[in-house]
């Protein structure tokens, strides 16, 4: 992952504050965002025309400049937003997604999982970093087409990871009636360029500064066994399992499933049985039982 770092400059008086990168962060001919329409398809741009005193953005290829109006000093802020933009790089905020106005060629299609009140929604292109849990409109403030699936009545939850969307529906609606209607907006709307994520959900960060560096020699590797051979086979059928800890006294693993495993019917015994059997053939002795909780 690249880790980005930077500098800021301005002078007393001077509306316009520059931020110089370590690193390529734009094209090599200079833009010039003079509003947030003209920023679309660039979500850091965006992200800075949603401060009140932003007034333009140029955007070139190790460097920003950013333009204020008078309400006040870049004295007053300027720390602020090297911060912010330091860290929305550095946790994998995109810079630029389109370079056009041209639609971006998309399919999406739908496949059924174990849950039947879970239906996979799978695009050809990625769609996020990694994944991400929505139980309710509230938690999906940054994530706006989150929000979007939310104002669809028949929407309980929304699941994100990689290149496919897992849909949670309340059980009075019949996937046979709606799912068309779901697939073919979720395929316009990234069609259209539209922004899938804004930043990270606050539970993604906690879990990105959770690193392994941070676990015991335990820790560390039930999460390689969970990554390397449990997590591709979950996705699969449209959810994930995160490690949630260890009790050394009891050999006990809690882990938490999401998305399409997440309330599955045969998911949390299938899995706790699987994961369980795994975990106890390559770790002996270590490992006596696996509780499994939904997310």
């Given at each position: 992952m690249k880790n980005y770092q930077m500098s800021a400059f301005t002078e007393k008086g001077n509306p316009w504050a520059k931020f110089k990168f370590n690193q390529t962060i734009g094209p090599e001919e200079e833009i010039h965002y003079l509003n947030i329409d003209q920023a679309k398809g660039a979500p850091l741009i965006q992200q800075l025309f949603y401060l009140p005193f932003v007034k333009s953005v140029r955007l070139a290829e190790m460097h920003l400049e950013v333009e204020r109006f008078d309400i006040l000093e870049w004295s007053e802020v300027i720390e602020e937003v090297q911060e912010q933009l330091q860290n929305y790089l550095n946790e994998g905020g995109v810079i630029i997604e389109i370079a056009s106005n041209d639609k971006i060629?998309?399919?999406v299609y739908a496949e059924s999982t174990p849950n039947p009140a879970v239906m996979k929604f799978v695009a050809n292109k990625p769609l996020v970093s990694q994944s991400m849990e929505f139980k309710t409109i509230d938690e999906a403030k940054n994530a706006p087409l989150a929000q979007k699936l939310f104002h669809f009545p028949f929407v309980k939850e929304v699941f994100f990871d990689a290149n496919y969307i897992s849909i949670t529906k309340y059980e009075i609606s019949q996937w046979d009636t709606i799912v068309m209607e779901l697939r073919k907006?979720?395929?316009k709307y990234i069609e259209e360029g539209n922004l899938i994520i804004t930043a990270l959900p606050e539970q993604n960060k906690i879990a990105n500064e959770e690193s392994t560096a941070d676990l015991g020699p335990t820790e560390a590797q039930i999460v390689s066994?969970?990554?390397?051979?449990?997590?591709?086979?979950?996705a699969s059928d449209g959810g994930?399992?995160?490690?949630?800890?260890?009790?050394?006294e009891n050999k006990s693993v809690q882990v938490i499933l999401q998305g399409a495993c997440s309330g599955c019917p045969s998911s949390t015994f299938t899995l706790k049985n699987g994961i369980?059997?795994?975990?106890?053939?390559m770790m002996p002795g270590k490992i006596e039982q696996v509780i499994a909780l939904n997310g």
């Open positions: 060629p998309v399919s907006f979720i395929r066994i969970l990554e390397e051979y449990i997590k591709p086979a979950v994930n399992i995160q490690f949630d800890s260890y009790n050394a369980e059997t795994m975990l106890k053939d």
